[in-house]
């Protein structure tokens, strides 16, 4: 992304103004199983949660949560977990959640057709614009896909125009969220992407995990998506294998304000059997390096030191 075009900026305003395959058995109806968690293991996750937050700097507003041996979840980072927040990239996640929801009324389809018109093109993250020509008919599993995988920023505008800002909050209010919303703008198909919590973010992952956010089907096409190992890997899932990183739902969002540059992570962790056994929800704000979207920045590097602690702890 340019440095004079912020992201949040670039999905709110107009294009004249500012220029898959499924996994093998996705957990999404799975239910945890005992087996994590212990006061070492907290421990253990806390202290070094602690150590690099204070490392990478910035204000960091996090929950991380386990499966305890009882079977249940239990909270093991509550750091400032109410915040209000800009979610940045991560809030595609709920738009995401807002479009399955609408297939899964019989409104909508995957395999519904959308034009991909130049006006519509936006830079930055993802795989549309670098096509250099356009005027694909793609589904909108192919929009889902490119959003959630790759990130792609056009591909939240694909999304407003089944889905408007209106009915996107309206849903996610519907499902019992408070704060996870889109911030609309003048074009009803247009938005910013919003804000929500790590408390918040959290209960959309455990109830993406659990098979209750979505129907089984959309629950499973979103984990499929976001736990392909072609996605993004220069946080949480850096320093594994193949398999190990397949174990890992994750999204990540960036972007910088007045408070400095922020990057956040989040998603959920999975077993061998495709139980899902711990949820990160971790926004970090007022950082250094605001230009530095790769794996060097401080708050990414964080990220893959807890990554590897998270999984390992499993």
Not at 116 to 121: P, S, T, V
Not at 194 to 215: F, I, K, N, V
């Amino acid at each position: 992304m340019p440095a004079h075009l912020s992201r949040r900026t670039a999905l709110g305003l107009g294009a004249a103004a500012a220029a898959a395959a499924g996994m093998s058995k996705p957990a999404a109806a799975a239910t945890p199983d005992p087996g994590t968690g212990s006061g070492s293991f907290s421990g253990t996750i806390s202290d070094k949660y602690a150590e690099q937050k204070a490392k990478a700097g910035g204000t960091w507003h996090s929950h991380i949560a386990a499966v305890d041996p009882a079977g249940q979840l239990q909270p093991i980072v509550e750091d400032d977990a109410d915040h209000v927040t800009e979610g940045y990239s991560v809030q595609k996640l709920a738009v995401a959640t807002a479009v399955l929801d609408k297939i899964d009324r019989g409104a909508l389809t995957l395999g519904t057709t959308l034009d991909l018109n130049k006006d519509i093109i936006l830079d930055g993250s993802g795989i549309y614009f670098l096509h250099t020509v356009w005027g694909d008919q793609i589904t909108v599993a192919n929009v889902l896909t490119a959003m959630l995988l790759m990130s792609d920023n056009t591909a939240v505008r694909m999304c407003g125009r089944v889905v408007p800002a209106a009915d996107i909050n309206d849903i996610l209010a519907a499902k019992g969220f408070t704060h996870t919303r889109v911030e609309p703008v003048d074009d009803p198909h247009r938005f910013f992407l919003g804000t929500t919590t790590p408390r918040e973010t959290h209960d959309l992952l455990w109830r993406l995990a659990t098979g209750t956010l979505l129907s089984p089907d959309s629950c499973r096409f979103l984990l499929s998506i976001t736990r392909w190992i072609n996605g993004y890997h220069d946080g949480i899932r850096r320093t594994m294998s193949s398999a190990e990183r397949s174990r890992i739902a994750t999204k990540y969002g960036a972007d910088s304000n007045e408070l400095g540059a922020s990057r956040h992570e989040a998603g959920i962790m999975f077993d061998t059997n495709g139980n899902p056994k711990l949820t990160y929800a971790l926004f970090a704000e007022g950082l250094p390096d605001p230009d530095n979207y790769g794996a060097t920045h401080p708050a990414v590097e964080a990220h893959a030191v807890l990554g590897r602690t998270l999984l390992d702890s499993l």
